[in-house]
């Protein structure tokens, strides 16, 4: 067997095993460089992959390769020799030792040159395994901007850390090598720019600008939806940043195929390079970003208190440094420790209800229920009305509660394709604001499911 032919056999094993997002992050670029008394040397594009296969695949790998040929004895990883120059000087672990100076960083000014906030770093960004691919990738860029992954597009809902991501990166490379051109850019911010090029005629001016910069951030791209004139110059900007080996980041509150009208070519430019997802943060992130926060802040909450909040947060990072900060007034003005009974009170506007959990199977049983449908008429790709409509709902309640994706919806009902659900949604999400009969239908429907 070729050192080829052996990587590419671990590499479909392993295929099998892990999420094509993490497949992509991980084993794009890599290759067994070399066999020689028995040890393998993989080749990985960067120091971040490097850590990453020892850490996480390592195990996986060298059993694979051992049912292989049961000479082998070890591996080592190496970052491409191609490569070794930038990685000198690159990813040396979290600093955390100022985290108590960050304080202030609030105050502090937004940089006109770059637009970045400095108050959004690496060294304060928590990660977990709700996005440890998103900050993967999101190092990988700062390691070899332009090269490892371009674009880099980062999705997720609001409040999860697109922003503080995307920010990190144009502040660490800026860090980095002061030289760089980083520009970041919210989305609203780049239409009205280029509306109004268009409108004084410095059309040409602009791009000159934009097509100067050496790494182009642009927050929630989804507001392009519809906006063909800017969707048309940025295309352009777009491919002369690529085709220099610029750096194009974006985020965005949905995977790029799922934002409605936008051209297709934009939408295969968006997808061309490294997709990442950030999720809802587990538990124990969730105590961790807590603890950060009041830790920054200099100020001890007791851990009842924390786990609180942690229980009854659960969607939103935003949220959940909301909580601390009126933790942190309330205890900074009345000088004592806060309670439990403290935290009740003073964050009953922001946690509404006792943690609501539900699951797939009681949002399709309670509608089942409500309409009196067998369950299994739910997923017939029936026209009748009697059943169209509660698959329709259950899409969106499926979307809105569980979060789950247009696409894994679509397979629950029979592999309707990813628009037809998105229709659905978008039907319901209206009629839900704007007919009172229906509004009262759902909130019935979603009593039941949280009450199984
Ligand atoms: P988004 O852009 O996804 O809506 P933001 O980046 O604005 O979210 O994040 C909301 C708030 O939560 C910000 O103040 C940000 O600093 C904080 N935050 C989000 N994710 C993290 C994280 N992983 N670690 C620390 N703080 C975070
Ligand atoms: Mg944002």
Not at 161 to 166: A, E, F, S, V
Request: proline fraction near 4%; charged fraction near 30%.
């Amino acid at each position: 067997m070729t050192n080829e032919e052996l990587w590419q056999t671990v590499s479909s094993q392993i295929q099998l095993n892990i999420s094509p997002a993490n497949f992509a992050t991980w084993f794009a670029n890599t290759k067994i460089s070399s066999v020689e008394d028995n040890v393998v040397t993989v080749s990985v594009p960067n120091s971040f992959s490097k850590e990453w296969m020892e850490q996480k695949y390592h195990k996986d790998i060298f059993k694979i390769l051992k049912s292989l040929d049961e000479n082998i004895k070890d591996i080592q990883y190496v970052v491409n020799p191609v490569n070794i120059k930038i990685n000198v000087g690159g990813k040396k672990g979290l600093k955390k030792e100022n985290s108590i100076e960050q304080m202030g960083f609030s105050e502090l000014e937004v940089s006109k040159e770059t637009n970045l906030n400095p108050k959004y770093t690496f060294d304060n960004f928590i990660t977990g395994p709700f996005n440890e691919i998103a900050y993967a990738a999101a190092m990988a860029v700062v390691e070899e901007p332009g090269k490892s992954y371009n674009p880099l597009f980062i999705y997720g809902d609001v409040g999860l850390g697109k922003t503080h991501l995307i920010q990190a990166i144009g502040n660490k490379i800026k860090e980095n090598d002061p030289d760089k051109k980083v520009k970041y850019i919210p989305a609203e911010k780049l239409i009205s720019t280029i509306v109004n090029a268009i409108r004084g005629q410095s059309v040409e001016e602009l791009k000159k600008n934009l097509r100067n910069i050496d790494v182009l951030i642009v927050d929630d791209i989804q507001f392009l939806a519809g906006k063909d004139k800017t969707q048309e110059e940025f295309f352009h900007t777009f491919n002369s940043l690529y085709q220099k080996n610029k750096q194009i980041i974006l985020s965005s509150d949905r995977h790029p195929n799922n934002i409605p009208a936008i051209t297709e070519r934009l939408k295969s430019r968006f997808g061309g390079g490294m997709i990442a997802d950030i999720n809802i943060p587990d538990y124990e992130t969730r105590m961790a970003i807590l603890k950060q926060k009041a830790e920054e802040k200099g100020v001890v909450v007791p851990a009842d208190v924390l786990e609180y909040i942690a229980n009854n947060i659960q969607k939103n990072v935003r949220e959940l440094e909301g909580a601390i900060s009126r933790l942190i007034i309330y205890k900074k003005t009345n000088g004592k420790t806060v309670t439990i009974e403290d935290a009740k009170k003073l964050l009953k506007n922001i946690i509404v209800s006792p943690a609501k959990v539900t699951n797939y199977k009681k949002i399709i049983e309670a509608i089942t229920e409500f309409y009196d449908i067998p369950f299994g008429n739910m997923f017939f790709s029936s026209r009748k009305k009697e059943f169209a409509r509660p698959r329709q709902l259950a899409m969106f309640l499926l979307k809105k509660e569980l979060k789950m994706s247009y696409s894994e919806i679509g397979r629950k009902f029979g592999g309707k394709d990813h628009t037809t659900v998105i229709h659905s949604c978008q039907l319901i999400e209206k009629e839900d604001e704007e007919n009172e009969k229906i509004h009262q239908e759902i909130e019935l429907i979603l009593q039941r499911i949280y009450s199984k």
